[in-house]
């Protein structure tokens, strides 16, 4: 199976909102924000999530739009954030979404 990966100049600021503006691929974006690679498996677990299943559109999402690289591996897939290219793209986004997201979190839930 071949995975698309968009280059740096084909990355589109719209398929980037589109792809942060999901709880679970933010969340996702969060863990791998840390640096290095990671298997899906350990960000999964970091998130709480059981089932592969779950993130598989996800992942295809995220990957799309720019914002990860998913390298295959054995069995698994290795999963990297695409920092330096969406630094160079959207300077500051990245950092704008995910301090956001930090203070969202603190926000007492209404209702």
Not at 21 to 30: E, H
Not at 57 to 77: K, M, N, S
Request: glycine content about 10%.
């Amino acid at each position: 199976m071949t995975l698309t990966h968009p280059s740096r100049d084909q990355i589109r600021i719209e398929n980037v909102l589109t792809a942060l503006g999901n709880s679970t691929r933010l969340g996702a974006v969060r863990v791998l924000d840390g640096g290095g690679e990671f298997n899906c498996t350990g960000v999964l677990n970091a998130l709480g999530i059981k089932a592969k299943s779950t993130m598989t559109h996800h992942w295809r999402v995220l990957r799309e739009a720019g914002i990860i690289r998913q390298t295959p591996v054995g069995r698994e897939y290795m999963v990297e954030l695409r920092r330096t290219d969406l630094d160079e793209r959207y300077p500051g986004l990245l950092d704008t979404v995910l301090a956001a997201e930090r203070d969202d979190a603190q926000l007492p839930v209404s209702g």
